[in-house]
């Protein structure tokens, strides 16, 4: 594989995702993209351009959907007009199946933008940064959701794309682990679902985010700013 | 079904599906939903806009995708800065199966829209116009296409929508049938790929539709413009 593209979030988990395809799978000429739309932690595109620049991209896109926060009419807490950011802790069991963080159908919509992307330029690996969550989760960030996508897109007659989730149903301990032996800079990454000037500790994100430092026996950067 | 939303292109088949969910099916509440995706033809918005008003739906969106020709790097012939539309003479077998029109991942990218949204405002079906075109054809206006995202959405764990394509694998000619029973405006309808003053007669969707009005012996409302 000479050429890929990445979702880039600007998380923990795209920001490895990254290195590993560049330096792990060693991918000569690798395309990221971003989109804004409309989530209230859009400062972690600041955190996307960064560890686009530092693993050394051919191009760093950045989509605008920002009509996407009302086209779904404020139906997640995730995005602008929408409820508050829960805590973790606030979420039974039924709510961490599909929390109120969960954004309508967006990662359909990413995954399509970029193999559309992806099949205009000719690449033809989507790289996708889905994780499983340990405590909550998202239909949409499944082995079965990246299996479907795919089965979908190889009915495509000519150039038919493959999107690649090498992390999905693996841990965010796990992925922390493969991103600090390829030297990624956690503390140029943006977990916080609430998007203030510090990271609050405790929205779903947060918590498991700290989690995955937790299990490694190390500190997150980002938790001086807390 | 009480509420439902309806992509609208413009084109005769979008504009026959309006009218069929609202009167055919009943359903009370019909948001359709058009897309600007920077299209040559643009001008099928203005046909949307019309049909819409004419069925008296609930409301009409049009969502403004304008970086997408960009996006796709210009490699359909129906986006601006893509090829000249091919008449339909032009293509020999193989293009046929996946010709110069076809917009990369475009309908992927429309229906995860349209499905963001109905999950938003609370709306469990969306209806797609595609239809098996006689002498050409997209994978992504399949019976299969429409299976595999229904396999995909349906993996939500709290409001799954379905996509419905009543008239794939039905012929265009069917088609006008139906919607000629249902009073649809034709000459309020636009299907030539090269989007002009007049219809070009020639291109893939003129030359379908032209054959749709043939095989029911009646003269096509927007010929005597040719």
Redo the contacts between chains.
């Keep these: 594989m000479d050429t890929a593209a990445v979702l880039l979030s600007g998380g923990m988990d795209s920001a490895t995702l990254l290195r590993y395809v560049r330096e792990r799978l060693g991918v000569a000429e690798v395309h990221a993209l971003s989109f804004y739309y409309g989530q209230k932690h859009a400062r972690e595109l600041d955190a996307a351009r960064h560890q686009a620049e530092s693993a050394g991209v051919a191009s760093h896109?950045l989509?605008?959907l920002s009509?996407?926060a009302d086209?779904?009419?404020?139906?997640?807490a995730l995005t602008r007009g929408g409820a508050t950011v829960p805590d973790l802790s606030d979420l039974d069991d039924a709510a961490r199946?599909?929390p109120s963080t969960y954004v309508?159908?967006?990662n359909?919509?990413l995954l399509?933008?970029a193999?559309?992307?992806a099949?205009?330029?000719g690449v033809r690996d989507v790289f996708y940064g889905a994780q499983a969550q340990d405590e909550y989760g998202y239909?949409?960030c499944?082995v079965?959701?990246v299996r479907?996508?795919n089965?979908?897109?190889g009915?495509?007659?000519?150039?038919a794309?493959t999107v690649h989730a090498p992390f999905a149903g693996r841990s965010k301990a796990d992925v922390l682990r493969i991103g600090l032996e390829l030297g990624v800079d956690y503390a140029q990454t943006w977990s916080c679902y609430r998007g203030e000037a510090r990271p609050c500790g405790t929205c779903p994100s947060c918590a498991e985010r700290k989690k995955a430092f937790c299990a490694l026996g190390i500190e997150d950067p980002l938790a001086r700013l807390t």
Tied chains: 1, 2.
Excluded at 155 to 159: I, S, Y
């Design positions: 896109r989509v605008d009509f996407f086209l779904i009419a404020g139906a997640s199946l599909q309508p159908n967006r359909m919509v399509a933008l193999a559309a992307y099949e205009g330029h239909w949409d499944t079965d959701f479907g996508i089965d979908v897109l009915l495509n007659r000519r150039n794309v």
